[in-house]
C-alpha cells in the first residue's frame, strides 16, 4: 500500500511512502487540516515510455508518468502525476480526464496540451507545476481580433502577444458596457510587464502589427503556467 498525506488547506495530496511532508503555517491549533489515505498498488498504473505496470489507465486508478507519454486517444483517471524524465503531450482532438489532481514535477514543455486538445477535471482541486497550453485563433487578418482567456495562471499577457500594439489590448467594462484599452492610461492603465490573464476573464487583442495587408493567418497562443481548475467567481 501506499501512504498519502491529504492537506486540506492546501488541497494536496501528498505520497508520505516517497518523502517527508514539509508546510509553512502560522503558530495556531489545526484540529482537521490533514487526513491519511491508503491506495493500493492495485490502484496505480505507471508508464515507463513504452508500457503500463498495472493495465490501461482507469477512472479508478492513479497515473504516474516517468516516461515520453503521447495520448493518441482519450484517457481517463483519478489522479496524474509526471515525474522528472516523465513528460505527456494531449494531441489535438484527445481528452485527458482525470477526476482529482494533475501533478507536473518537471518541466512546462513537459506537459503540452495541443491546440484542440483537451484537459477536463471533475474535482475542485489546485493542480501543482508548470504546464504547456497550445490555442490556435481562426484565420485573421490586419486589425482583426480575438478574444483571449487563459487556461492556466501566470502567464502574461503582453508577452503573449507582443508584436501587438501596446494599445490594442482591450477588456469588456460590464459597468459601461464598452470596451476599454487594458494598457493605456485612457483605459485600465494596467501594468504590461506584469499584468497577467485572471481566470475567466477575457481579452480582445488584435493580430500582430506586422501583419501584412491582404493576408491572413492564424495566430498561434502559447500559455504556460499552472492549469486553472475549480470554481471561479468573477
Given amino acids: 500500500q501506499k501512504l498519502f498525506l491529504f492537506d486540506k488547506y492546501l488541497n494536496r495530496f501528498h505520497s508520505l511512502s516517497d518523502s517527508h511532508y514539509s508546510f509553512d503555517a502560522e503558530l495556531g491549533i489545526f484540529n482537521d487540516r ?3 489515505h491508503y491506495i493500493n498498488d492495485a490502484d496505480i498504473t505507471k508508464w515507463n515510455g513504452s508500457s503500463w505496470s498495472n493495465g490501461e489507465p482507469a477512472g479508478s486508478k492513479k497515473v504516474i508518468v516517468n516516461g515520453a507519454l503521447e495520448l493518441n486517444t482519450d484517457i481517463i483517471s483519478k489522479e496524474l502525476t509526471v515525474n522528472e524524465g516523465g513528460s505527456v503531450i494531449v494531441k489535438a482532438g484527445k481528452t485527458l480526464n482525470v477526476t482529482e489532481k494533475i501533478t507536473n514535477n518537471s518541466t512546462a514543455d513537459k506537459f503540452i496540451v495541443e491546440s484542440e486538445g483537451h484537459v477536463i477535471q471533475m474535482a475542485n482541486v489546485i493542480n501543482e507545476g508548470q504546464f504547456t497550453v497550445h490555442r490556435n485563433s481562426d484565420l485573421m487578418v490586419r486589425n482583426d481580433m480575438t478574444f483571449w ?8 499577457v503582453r508577452s503573449f502577444s507582443p508584436e501587438t500594439l501596446e494599445n490594442r489590448f482591450w477588456t469588456y467594462r460590464e459597468d459601461t458596457d464598452l470596451f476599454s484599452q487594458l494598457f ?11 499584468y497577467n490573464f485572471e481566470p475567466g476573464k477575457g481579452v480582445s487583442i488584435r493580430s500582430r502589427n506586422t501583419l501584412p495587408t491582404g493576408q491572413s ?18
Avoid: M, R, Y
Fill in 34 to 36: 490533514f487526513e491519511i
Fill in 149 to 156: 482567456s487563459s487556461p492556466v495562471s501566470g502567464q502574461n
Fill in 184 to 194: 493605456t492610461a485612457e483605459g485600465e492603465n494596467k501594468p504590461s510587464s506584469s
Fill in 217 to 234: 493567418e492564424a495566430f498561434a497562443g502559447t500559455f504556460v503556467g499552472t492549469l486553472n481548475n475549480g470554481d471561479i467567481f468573477l
